[in-house]
């Protein structure tokens, strides 16, 4: 053991929980991605994703309590969620194959499998368009857990 | 009436002892006389047969499921300052984290010496969990700040969450299928126990086993079958089957503040706080001393 200054590591994810709405134009710069998948995976999220997961990524009305019919409401994907927290082949493939809380008291997916209604790139587009509502924080953090389980290869390609 | 957990003691010329102790190449263990005899803060499953106990004061190792004890020597200033948790990291079968206001130490020798992390937590842990397969990734609660996870076995850490509501009291980590990480945490707290996914994507009320009616000390999985858990406190030792969704009333062994459990043999541990080490072979039905076990 070399290091004895006793630095401590704090706040990271202090910092990463923050309410800051990220703008379009700002996330968009950030995010890494080509303006065209970006466009293409907002217009994704408006037509698939914006029913439950609300029109900017805010998430279902009290989306932290269980349902009636004992179903964890959709979550938000921007920067109040945790959809920040996954690795990007956590999401594809929650995405392509669809999720159910294994605590829900029905069987049915409640996030739906999309593997037949959206092709790979689409797939990736719409993932890329919604880290643009994260904080540079979050987007590093999520970029980093990546790194060990990144994309599914086939949906790298053009 | 909840256990009270001895006060940390925060004096400043303590911490920068032990820590200038342990930075300048690690710090010798002591062992304890005698036997361990005051309230059980905390017990692991170190390997089948082999129980760790600690005690505000001390550290003792078993391999016989708790029918005999010897100390782990542990450093004599960190033991005054007071230890409150203890975890077995699954990197090397000799090494154990302690916890207590002098923060995070470890040792790879049984005890024979013993370093601090070299990143500190921001407070003093009060609890520490080891996950359930990884080699390399441990979890800590300080109450002032939240939940930290470490990827290297402790030597640095970081702050994930802000934890349950609630204070945790016992945390300890799942491989029970369906998380959307790596499994699940469940934390015994002041208001009951709670779970979560561990990639601390929001801790939620484990079943009905909530409320400030259901304070609970201790918290335990059958990591062979992760659907059982087994929850401790004062009103008893309550089980579930479902991952923490039902629960019932096991047994009322008196005040249970540890349990843990040997997922090989299927026995199940408890620690009192009269100091009482006991075991279950009917899955917390009912209970013997572990000294007459074997």
């Known amino acids: 053991m070399a290091d004895c200054r006793g630095r401590v590591i704090s706040g990271l994810l202090a910092a990463l929980a923050v309410t800051a709405c990220d703008t379009d134009g700002e996330g968009a710069a950030a995010s890494g991605a080509d303006p065209a998948t970006l466009a293409l995976g907002k217009a994704i999220y408006v037509e698939h994703c914006a029913s439950c997961h609300g029109p900017n990524g805010e998430g279902a009305p009290d989306w932290e309590q269980i349902t009636a019919a004992g179903e964890m409401p959709a979550p938000p994907h921007d920067s109040t969620g945790h959809t920040w927290r996954h690795a990007d082949a956590v999401l594809y493939q929650i995405v392509e194959q669809g999720w159910r809380d294994p605590f829900n008291r029905t069987e049915r997916l409640t996030m739906p499998a999309f593997g037949d209604t959206l092709d790979r790139s689409e797939i990736r587009a719409v993932l890329e368009y919604i880290k643009t509502l994260w904080t540079p924080e979050q987007r590093q953090f999520q970029k980093a857990e990546s790194e060990g389980a990144p994309y599914p290869e086939a949906a790298l390609q053009p | ?294």
Do not use: K
Not at chain 2, 165 to 175: A, T
Not at chain 2, 185 to 196: K, S
Not at chain 2, 228 to 239: K, L
């Open chain 2, 1 to 294: 009436m909840m256990r009270e957990r001895s006060t940390l003691i925060r004096t400043a010329p303590t911490v920068l002892l032990l820590a200038a102790a342990a930075c300048a190449g690690g710090e010798a263990g002591v062992p304890a006389e005698g036997q361990p005899e005051g309230p059980v803060l905390d017990l692991v499953v170190r390997s089948p047969g082999e129980l760790l106990l600690l005690e505000e004061d001390g550290l003792w190792s078993s391999r016989d499921n708790g029918a005999s004890w010897e100390a782990v020597p542990v450093p004599e200033r960190a033991a005054a300052a007071g230890f409150s948790s203890v975890a077995a990291p699954n990197d090397r079968p000799e090494a154990i984290l302690l916890g207590g206001s002098f923060g995070v130490i470890r040792t790879e020798d049984r005890g024979a010496s013993w370093r601090s992390s070299e990143e500190r937590l921001s407070g003093p842990p009060s609890v520490l969990a080891a996950h359930a397969d990884s080699v390399h990734i441990l979890f800590a609660y300080d109450p002032a700040e939240g939940v930290f996870r470490s990827d290297d076995s402790g030597r640095s850490w970081m702050m994930m969450d802000g934890g349950p509501p609630g204070e945790i009291q016992s945390l300890v980590h799942s491989n029970l299928p369906g998380s959307m990480n790596t499994g699940w945490l469940y934390a015994a707290t002041d208001r009951g126990v709670a779970r979560a996914m561990d990639c601390f994507c929001g801790w939620r009320p484990s079943g009905e086993l909530t409320g400030e009616n259901h304070g609970m000390l201790a918290v335990t999985v059958d990591l062979e079958q992760p659907e059982r858990i087994y929850a401790g406190g004062q009103a008893g030792v309550f089980g579930s089957d479902d991952g923490g969704t039902t629960w019932r009333l096991l047994s009322q062994p008196g005040q249970v503040t540890a349990l843990a459990t040997d997922g090989s043999s299927g026995i199940l541990f408890a620690g009192t706080a009269d100091g009482a080490v006991l075991s279950s072979r009917d899955r917390g039905e009912t209970w013997d001393s572990a000294a007459g076990d074997g």
